[in-house]
């Protein structure tokens, strides 16, 4: 393979891509097929979900920023659509109170006109041994990380099926779903093995819709979530992890963007694990 011109390129969203000419034709970097698709992600505001946004929007895709912080939700649409010709929309939903994951998904809808692509990202984590645990926290927990992601599953698969339209769902779930936590996770390691049970069954569900249904395992990531952990404890995590370092959430956020796209329209009802070797099955 002959590749020439290697230094030509084109700026998209804000990052030079590289122009290629491979045997005199022009070579172009994968195409995902998720230009003019609509996605709704869940806790796009920051960490994960957040590059989630931005990496849909420079494939093409339109995107619905949410969380509880308006502001943040409303400055990333605009960003992402002055900088990658997108439509985008920052709406804020505060999924903990009941009733928020149904208006969402609504005012989504109203936003795009249709959704082909649900990222069910939005996920707490919080700190304590099960001795001392409150039934409030493994509640929320439970509710936020497993209820919130069946709601929005269950209006999308129907709002996909009512317009015979195929689609994508896609489940953050965890390692710690496959592993059990360590530090004082139990109840989250619970919400995420609920969803990655669900996301099979799911799968399997509504596969002859033309709707598939798949999951991403992050190990541990630099986000909002994990930045008092690794503050206290980085090298304990590092030595956790084959590769040794903790991933940047792009590097997790790509293995979504991939199970989103029409390159994975034959996987349905696994789990991408990407955990820097942290979780190998
Ligand atoms: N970080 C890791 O190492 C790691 C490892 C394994 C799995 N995960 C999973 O990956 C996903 C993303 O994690 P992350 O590290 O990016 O988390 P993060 O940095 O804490 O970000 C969480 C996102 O969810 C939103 N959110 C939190 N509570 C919400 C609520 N009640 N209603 C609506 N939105 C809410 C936040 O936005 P607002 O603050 O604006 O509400 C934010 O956009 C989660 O499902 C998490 O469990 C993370």
């Given at each position: 393979?002959?590749?020439?011109?290697?230094?030509?390129?084109?700026?998209?969203?804000?990052?030079?891509?590289?122009?290629?000419?491979?045997?005199?034709?022009?070579?172009?970097?994968?195409?995902?097929?998720?230009?003019?698709?609509?996605?709704?992600?869940?806790?796009?505001?920051?960490?994960?979900?957040?590059?989630?946004?931005?990496?849909?929007?420079?494939?093409?895709?339109?995107?619905?920023?949410?969380?509880?912080?308006?502001?943040?939700?409303?400055?990333?649409?605009?960003?992402?659509?002055?900088?990658?010709?997108?439509?985008?929309?920052?709406?804020?939903?505060?999924?903990?109170?009941?009733?928020?994951?149904?208006?969402?998904?609504d005012q989504a809808v109203d936003a795009l006109g249709s959704?082909?692509?649900?990222?069910?990202?939005?996920?707490?984590?919080?700190?304590?041994?099960?001795?001392?645990?409150?039934?409030?926290?493994?509640?929320?927990?439970?509710?936020?990380?497993?209820?919130?992601?069946?709601?929005?599953?269950?209006?999308?698969?129907?709002?996909?099926?009512?317009?015979?339209?195929?689609?994508?769902?896609?489940?953050?779930?965890?390692?710690?779903?496959?592993?059990?936590?360590?530090?004082?996770?139990?109840?989250?390691?619970?919400?995420?093995?609920?969803?990655?049970?669900?996301?099979?069954?799911?799968?399997?569900?509504?596969?002859?819709?033309?709707?598939?249904?798949?999951?991403?395992?992050?190990?541990?990531?630099?986000?909002?979530?994990?930045?008092?952990?690794?503050?206290?404890?980085?090298?304990?995590?590092?030595?956790?992890?084959?590769?040794?370092?903790?991933?940047?959430?792009?590097?997790?956020?790509?293995?979504?963007?991939?199970?989103?796209?029409?390159?994975?329209?034959?996987?349905?009802?696994?789990?991408?694990?990407?955990?820097?070797?942290?979780?190998?099955?």
């Amino acid at each position: 393979m002959i590749l020439t011109a290697p230094l030509a390129g084109f700026f998209i969203c804000g990052r030079f891509l590289q122009k290629k000419t491979v045997r005199g034709k022009e070579w172009k970097s994968m195409d995902y097929g998720l230009k003019g698709k609509n996605v709704l992600i869940t806790g796009s505001t920051k960490g994960l979900g957040k590059a989630i946004a931005r990496i849909m929007a420079e494939e093409g895709a339109n995107v619905i920023v949410s969380g509880r912080n308006e502001q943040e939700a409303v400055k990333l649409a605009e960003e992402i659509r002055d900088s990658c010709q997108v439509r985008a929309a920052g709406i804020r939903a505060d999924l903990m109170a009941r009733g928020a994951a149904d208006q969402l998904f609504d005012q989504a809808v109203d936003a795009l006109g249709s959704l082909d692509i649900l990222v069910n990202n939005a996920g707490i984590w919080p700190t304590a041994y099960v001795k001392d645990m409150e039934e409030k926290a493994f509640e929320d927990t439970i509710y936020l990380n497993l209820e919130v992601p069946y709601i929005l599953s269950r209006r999308m698969v129907n709002h996909l099926i009512g317009q015979d339209r195929k689609g994508k769902i896609i489940q953050i779930v965890s390692q710690a779903a496959f592993h059990g936590s360590t530090t004082g996770h139990a109840h989250y390691a619970a919400s995420k093995a609920g969803l990655v049970t669900f996301m099979v069954s799911l799968a399997r569900e509504v596969a002859s819709y033309g709707i598939n249904v798949n999951g991403v395992a992050p190990g541990m990531m630099e986000t909002p979530m994990t930045e008092a952990a690794l503050t206290a404890k980085k090298d304990y995590y590092n030595s956790r992890i084959p590769i040794g370092r903790v991933a940047k959430p792009e590097e997790v956020a790509y293995a979504a963007v991939f199970l989103a796209s029409n390159k994975a329209d034959y996987l349905t009802g696994i789990t991408i694990d990407a955990t820097g070797g942290m979780l190998m099955r």
